[in-house]
């Protein structure tokens, strides 16, 4: 049984409403398609800022590690 598609009608100012709620969620799923947008942007930085953080800890370690070599000798 083939699916067939059957006329609906409907008043005039119900398809009007039914038309402007649906340009109302458009809008709305816009936003939240730009939220989105935002957020992504917003997570790489902070995962940028996040790496150089660990990288300059790490150097740090080193460097840390350096003067105690240098100064204490191997411990």
Wanted: net charge negative.
């Amino acid at each position: 049984m083939a699916d067939e598609l059957t006329p609906v009608f409907v008043k005039i100012d119900n398809y009007k409403e039914v038309l402007d709620l649906l340009d109302v969620i458009k809008d709305k799923l816009e936003q939240a398609r730009g939220t989105l947008t935002d957020i992504n942007k917003l997570k790489d930085e902070e995962d940028r800022e996040l790496g150089a953080w660990t990288t300059n800890i790490d150097d740090i370690e080193k460097k840390i590690a350096e003067i105690d070599k240098t100064v204490f000798g191997k411990r």
